[in-house]
């Protein structure tokens, strides 16, 4: 039974910093890039961050870079993001995904909440 559970969301004051993290079981985790998306209310999930499957390439959308950073361990089949300087625009629910790095086949997270707020 594939498996991503997120944890590590909540409230957070601006300027402040979380980690999320992704555990993952059911499938071969090193197999999979893995991502982070989120999506605020009343507006698209977008993604965040993502990381190839051996940990060798990240990328960020531009509203993040230099203050998120996004992790992995195969070992532990878990996938981590490290958010700092958390901004207001940040609130979302946060969802991580997994891609095959070679099929299609892909599953998402049931998402935590993230909340920027003084």
């Known amino acids: 039974q594939v498996q991503l559970v997120e944890s590590g969301g909540g409230l957070a004051q601006p300027g402040g910093s979380l980690r999320l993290s992704c555990a993952a079981s059911g499938f071969t985790f090193s197999f999979y890039a893995m991502s982070w998306y989120r999506q605020a209310p009343g507006k698209e999930r977008e993604l965040v961050a993502a990381?190839?499957?051996?940990?060798?390439?990240?990328n960020y959308v531009d509203s993040v870079k230099g203050r998120f950073t996004i992790s992995r361990d195969n070992a532990k089949n878990t996938v981590y993001l490290q958010m700092n300087s958390l901004k207001p625009e940040d609130t979302a629910v946060y969802y991580c995904?997994?891609?095959?790095?070679?099929?299609?086949?892909?599953?998402w997270g049931q998402g935590t909440q993230v909340t920027v707020s003084s």
């Open positions: 995904k997994a891609v095959h790095k070679r099929t299609t086949a892909n599953y």
């Open positions: 990381i190839a499957s051996a940990g060798d390439s990240t």
